[in-house]
């Protein structure tokens, strides 16, 4: 098959436990590896176009809503359900299942027949997902059912519950996708499990620009857009099935045979889960803070003679968009990165060779400090022009683009660490220690909490912001501590002289792109200035970087875009 025979070039092979290592510290296999940087290029170019299709779907969202309550409930009604979407659809079901999956799979190319007690495990897991999800599914209805009954409920938050009714099955759909995407990433199979998350944004683009406009009302809007949630879930799923069934899959049930493959994957998803989904968990406490703390009426109090509301209406939207950009290149490259690495790092550990593990550890944390640095910087600069550009039209005014511009600063200042942690998680996974870094992360979850609650009176919304980008830096720091305790010492020296190169390298894109930003041509407020202010840095900036890291000597970049030998 030609997807299969193409996807195999992608997979991440060990790599020989007698490989030296080079001036660098990384072994000389690693970076010459044409398979594994192809593995990486291949997912974050799918994840690119997912990206890009997904500030679209932004843009017209901001275009319909602005920073309204309606806007803040539709937004965190979705999160609700997006938030399974990223735990599961970004390598917490992968990382629980594939090791199971790969024990009772054919190491060699066999008949398809003889690949059944892979599809009886695969059968069993989607069906006690599937079931489990239903139920929650249910009782979380019910719940929200019942809430629409107290008489107290304000309309806004009776439009929060009515939304987050309508999208809670997407949450099925998407997970039981997910494990489709799991059990093709199993097969050597990543093309189409990587664009999948593109039916979501198409989805919601052409509900956006084709069938919103047609709507007068703005709840109507916003309840025509969550049905269109559910209605990409069943794209997503449909568009894998048949490709799984092109493998040879069909859905075989035999519960004594699969109930305690299912019952390994059970146990070993609750700490994955959890230990993935901390910067996740994060920001949506962000969001539920924000919706209970924010006013919608100016000079509101929290209580009769009691201090005002910290946040204002829209804080909800704000936070939303400017957690979007972040992780754009959050997803384009940190999770692909960590995606790629797992499979090898995991099989570094199967061999007991830790040295390979510290080799791929090290290549991975200089690769995040040469994209992570840069992107935090550009991100910052940018951060008005880029919000003038996608968001600034229709309801979403001047004030809005303002208040979140200043949160797409504050969150970006925290890019290389977002991108470090899944990387660091994938190695604790690798060594099969599921404990720390759910540890690890219910300090941080504890960390953001009081931070946010103490942030947010004398920075509003923006201190909701901040304390996510501190809690990540400390869990990335401890992270790293307690991984190393584990597998010895890392090459330092590597990683230092990488994060000085990188930052000379930064510093001096930043100062080009800030005085490209002084120029006369993009100072004004039309679609082409605006446009320019957002291209022209961009593409200078990019090009002052490659440039310095010529200079400096800063060789990983040139390990990200080409396939000889370094």
């Known amino acids: 098959m030609a997807t299969g025979r193409m996807d195999s070039t992608v997979k991440a092979t060990a790599t020989d436990s007698t490989a030296g290592t080079g001036e660098s510290g990384v072994s000389a296999a690693s970076p010459s590896q044409p398979t ?18 997904g500030l679209l779907r932004d843009t017209a969202l901001a275009r319909v809503f602005g920073l309204t309550p309606i806007g803040d409930a539709f937004l965190f009604a979705f999160r609700i359900p997006n938030l399974a979407r990223r735990l599961f659809g970004e390598g917490a079901l992968s990382a629980a299942f594939l090791p199971v999956f790969a024990r009772v799979l054919p190491s060699e190319k066999t008949e398809h027949a003889d690949r059944r007690q892979a599809w009886v495990v695969a059968s069993g897991v989607f069906a006690a997902l599937a079931a489990v999800l239903a ?3 249910l009782v979380g209805e019910g719940i929200l059912w019942g809430l629409t009954f107290v008489e107290s409920t304000h309309p806004e938050w009776r439009l929060l519950l009515g939304l987050t009714a309508v999208m809670l099955p997407y949450a099925v759909l998407i997970c039981l996708a997910a494990q489709v995407t799991a059990v093709l990433q199993g097969l050597d199979h990543f093309t189409v499990p990587a664009l999948v998350p593109v039916a979501l ?73 959890l230990g993935l989904s901390i910067t996740q968990i994060n920001t949506f406490l962000d969001s539920a803070i924000a919706i209970s703390l924010s006013a919608s009426k100016a000079g509101a109090v929290l209580w009769p003679g009691g201090p005002a509301y910290p946040l204002q209406a829209g804080a909800v939207s704000a936070l939303y968009y400017g957690e979007r950009m972040y992780q754009f290149p959050l997803g384009v490259f940190g999770v692909a990165l960590s995606t790629v690495l797992f499979p090898r790092m995991s099989q570094h550990v199967a061999r007991g060779d830790m040295r390979e593990l510290q080799h791929d550890l090290t290549l991975g944390m200089r690769l995040v400090l ?45 890019i290389w660490a977002y991108c470090g942690i899944p990387i660091l998680y994938r190695g604790f996974y690798a060594l099969a220690d599921r404990q720390t870094p759910v540890r690890v992360g219910l300090l941080a979850v504890a960390c953001d909490s009081f931070l946010n609650l103490t942030l947010i009176w004398p920075l509003a919304e923006r201190g909701l912001a901040l304390s996510t980008v501190l809690t990540a830096v400390v869990q990335l720091l401890v992270l790293t501590w307690a991984l190393q305790s584990r597998i010895g010492n890392w090459n330092w020296a590597a990683i230092r002289g990488t994060a000085i190169r990188a930052s000379l390298c930064t510093l001096f894109m930043t100062t080009v792109c800030a005085a490209v930003l002084q120029w006369p041509l993009i100072s004004g407020d039309t679609r082409t200035g605006r ?27 040139w390990w990200l875009i080409r396939r000889e030998k370094p």
């Open 36 to 53: 594994w940087f192809a593995g990486l290029r291949i997912v974050a170019a799918a994840t690119l176009l997912s990206r890009v299709l």
């Open 370 to 414: 040469t994209i992570g640095l840069p992107a935090s910087a550009g991100l910052m600069l940018l951060a008005t022009p880029i919000t003038a550009l996608l968001f600034q039209s229709g309801e979403f005014t001047a004030d809005d683009a303002a208040r979140t511009a200043a949160m797409i600063a504050t969150y970006s200042a925290g």
């Open 531 to 557: 446009l320019f202010a957002v291209v022209a840095p961009v593409l200078l900036g990019i090009a002052s970087y490659f440039a310095a890291a010529k200079i400096v000597g800063l060789r990983e970049i």
């Open 135 to 137: 139920l929650l599914t």
């Open 201 to 273: 944004n198409v989805c919601l683009i052409l509900a956006a620009w084709g069938v919103v406009p047609s709507l007068t009302d703005s709840v109507d809007r916003a309840y025509a857009l969550a049905w269109c949630v559910v209605v990409s879930g069943v794209v997503q799923l449909a568009l894998q099935v048949p490709v799984m069934q092109r493998f040879g899959y069909r859905f075989d049930w035999d519960w004594q045979a699969a109930k305690g493959h299912v019952q390994e994957v059970a146990w070993a998803m609750a700490p994955v889960t």
